[in-house]
């Protein structure tokens, strides 16, 4: 029991970090239509990014400010360059689009920052770890969880409650009609793509406190793809509760699952899970029921 | 189809024929004798190695060009079937003895059964839910089957090697470049031959049919979830004798060659060649390998100056091979092969082109 609890906390503090990511995923998804593959570059580019302005010497909230003004920039620019031509293209066109651009990122990462695992030194949050009953809960989760959730909240924030918020959400509900209303559709799909760089910078960012960062933590923005099939596409609820379900799930798998059938099964748990989903309900939990019959 | 001016077909037979007429049967002639003499003749080792990793390349982009471009089927995943039609020869060559062709026609049938086996989901689904299927095919097959279980069949640690005189066909034994060459091209022409011939029959105009419109290829009598499997089915058989002369040309097999971008890679193959174009396969396949051959020519002089450059070529090649996807999506998206009609045009209509 004292394992199972355990590894429910770790699941939802790690998931959270995963929710965040997703949310940029759904919100491009949901304003342009665009499937991105190329999650997992847009964490590992935040990541290193604010890894460096930490080695500067720069004071962690400062670096991961910088981060995210770096993302905002970085997610301009790729709409503006790539992806605004791409409107009104077919699925195939636009998804190697963005796979071509997983492929150049991770190429100037690896580039720029070399492959070896890098640390944020000295550590970020402090190491010792806090018991809450018979749980023990590493500080790193704690504050990840506390960021994601916090900048989960100022986004939710910012969709219900300012113009940029409501021109996004009209124009993921009806594109025609935003348009007929005067909202910028342009500027929209610019924004989503800013945000998502954001959310994944941070979300990157985090993950490499806990772990050390390489390139691998581009496979943990790979993550994502279960975690919004699971929450159904479009739904920015459904991304941040399919994150956080994929971060019980891969503890759950690798805790019970790897007795059974021994090996990696934690990476590959979410994605078999995926494909179970995918047989029984397409649309997810809270998708647009729309999945067409073949 | 163009045809000079004063050639008349007078038989079917000469209105099917693949070339019609004296000047494409003289080019075919001298682009044999350019594969079968020329080249081996003259080429280097180096030159050799790059033919056989454009073989290998058209050889993996042929499934997958027959899955998107002529069935209308995303697959990000074909690496998991080349894959396995790797591990299948090598296991029974290795472990069982036979020859070549033998477990080429094993690897070829248990990748196309494997490949089935993810197509089933394309009964249910489709677009971008297909391509999450296929997406978690590669996952669980090669990070999860291949690397963990697979790998330790025979005890022999992490990749399987083969030792020389293991790759027979019949009483010749492959081992030299310029063999595992006249392997390729023969393997090649042969898929190129089967896959175009096997397009223009009942099969192929079916898939084609599925692709343009599965609604309206239903109502015409098409059985979507028969030619679907089969269309994964034959795509798997490509990938699987993709996987198997791999291991002819490098004689080892690991899972790091199997990895998720090397699906990616060869999907961009045939969108760089051109979707829906056997030609397409050959050309985008050629212009990727070369082209980042080509690169290391441009990367060797510049190293003196900026050393990273070299020490991370592997690096500068994917940032590379990404930018020329996004570049040719945006500004070339019918690709090289729609090039190759346009320039053959004009060269055909000269000097009237209108």
Redesign the interface.
Known sequence: MDLFLQLLTTGILVGSIYALVALGWTLIYKSSGV?N?AMGELTLIGAYVSLSFYTWGIPFPLALLGTLLVGFVLGLLTERL?LR??IG?S???V???T??????????V??VW??DTRVFSPPVFPTESIRLGRIVIGQVYLWSFVAAILLLLIFVGFFKYTRWGLAMQATADDEMAALSLGVSAKRVYALAWAIAFMAAGVGGTLLGNINGLNISVGYLGLLV?PAV?LGG?NSVPGAIVGGILIGILQNFSGAYLSRLV????K??AP??F??II??FR?YGLWGWVK???? | MYLPSAVYHERSRQDHAWWQTAFVRGKMVLLFLLLLVVIPATASVYLLSVANVIGYTILSAMGVQLL?GYCGQ?T?GHAAFIAVGAYVSAIAMLQYGTGYPLSLLLAAVAAGLWSVLFGL?????????L???T??AQ??TV??LI???VSQIGGRGHYFSLPPGTITIGPWVIESDVQVYYLMVLLVTLCILGMANLLRTRIGRAWIAIRDN?VAAEAMGVN??WYKLLAFFVAGALGGVAGAFWISSLFFVSPEHFQF?WS?WI??VI?IGG?GSLHGTVFGAMFITLLLEGLKFVVIPLSEVFP?LSE?F?????????????LF??YE?KGLAYRWEQMKNYFNLWPFSY
């Open positions: 499937l593959l790539f031509r791409l293209e699925t195939l066109t998804i190697m689009v796979v071509g651009l997983s492929f150049f990122f991770r190429g100037i690896a580039f070399g492959t793809l099939v596409l021994p090996g990696s099964v990476d590959i994605f078999a995926m494909v995918l047989l397409p999945i067409e019959r073949v | 998107i995303i990000l989901p394309s009964a249910r689904v489709k677009g971008f839910y391509i999450m299927t997406m978690a996952f669980i990070d999860f690397t963990q279980y599965d979507i979830v971008g990616l999907v961009g969108l979707v990273a991370k592997l690096n500068v090649k994917e940032a590379a091979f990404g930018l020329a996807i996004v999506l945006l998206p």
